[in-house]
């Protein structure tokens, strides 16, 4: 496949890159930066990381590629930190295959050792489908992922076939309500009961809750209201680049 191989030149020349989507505190505060893969092809223009993931688990690159998301993001946090930058929560989408491997916990360590970022301001995304799959080794290896110190969020929850009966067991310090739940909450007959109970029950457990894919004032003031604790969407930004990103740090918005 071309776009394979555009990959893994990429892969070993600089090729890819990295934006970062803010996320605020209900107080409108910063309060983190989700990493997202980006892959800007000559010829195809912009490849979403939607098509990037799935072919680079089939070819067992994700291993490699998820190494280079995870040390640049680890690196970029740091570069901040060092321009004086104020310190922030930098959120890391982990794919199911990387999940999957047994050196996975020591490998974060060995990123956060290299590069010398504080493991309480890195955040690992999983989706749920990705920590029940196997869940007497997920609940190990989210194990030895939280005493390392990072933080786990599950991505895109309330899509996935996860039971709460399994989630409520696992070391989860936030979920992310997904988009699709956002969108349709000022529907007639639209989720806002779904949303008011997750947010209920995310803190009942003791877990934080962010709000995927905030898009209008109005959703933004509900969720607000509700509670929610972070808010992530187009109505705020965009991802963006790392230069951009850092005026949003030097504001604190
Ligand atoms: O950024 P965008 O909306 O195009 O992302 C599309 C999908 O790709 C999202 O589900 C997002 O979680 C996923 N994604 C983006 N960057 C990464 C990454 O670095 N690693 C993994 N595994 N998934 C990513
Ligand atoms: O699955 P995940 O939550 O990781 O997906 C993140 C992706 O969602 C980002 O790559 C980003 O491009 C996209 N995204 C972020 N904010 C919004 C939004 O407000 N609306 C929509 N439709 N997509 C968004
Ligand atoms: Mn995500
Ligand atoms: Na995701």
Redo the contacts with the bound molecule.
């Keep these: 496949r071309d776009l394979e191989k555009a990959m893994i030149h990429a892969l070993d020349h600089g090729g890819f890159a990295?934006?970062y989507?803010p996320q605020y505190a209900n107080d409108g505060r910063l309060s983190a930066f989700e990493?997202?893969?980006?892959f800007p092809h000559p010829v195809m223009g912009m490849v979403?990381?939607?098509r990037?993931?799935p072919i680079a688990e089939e070819s067992q690159m994700?291993v490699a590629?998820?190494t280079w998301?995870l040390r640049e993001a680890c690196n970029q946090s740091m570069r901040w930190q060092k321009a004086g930058l104020p310190e922030v929560l930098i959120a890391?989408?982990?794919?199911a295959m990387?999940f999957a491997r047994q050196d996975f916990a020591h490998h974060v360590a060995e990123i956060l050792e290299e590069t010398g970022l504080h493991p309480e301001l890195l955040e690992l995304?999983l989706t749920e489908s990705v920590m029940v799959k196997d869940f007497a080794e997920s609940t190990r290896q989210l194990e030895r992922l939280k005493r390392l110190g990072v933080s786990i969020a599950v991505?895109?929850f309330g899509t996935g076939y996860s039971s709460l009966n399994h989630l409520h067991r696992l070391p989860i310090d936030k979920l992310k309500i997904d988009r699709s739940f956002i969108q349709a909450l000022s529907e007639p007959n639209g989720t806002l009961p779904i949303v008011e109970s997750i947010i209920a029950m995310a803190h009942r457990m003791g877990m934080c809750v962010v709000a995927e894919g905030v898009e209008t004032p109005r959703q933004m003031a509900t969720l607000r209201e509700k509670s929610c604790n972070i808010l992530q969407g187009y109505l705020f930004s965009p991802?963006v680049e790392a230069d951009r990103a850092a005026l949003f740090l030097a504001t604190g918005t």
Excluded: T
């Excluded at 890391?92 to 794919?95: A, F, G, L, P």
């Design positions: 990295l934006h989507q990493a997202l893969l980006r979403s990381p939607a990037l993931i994700i590629l998820g998301v890391v989408n982990i794919s990387q995304e991505d895109d991802p």
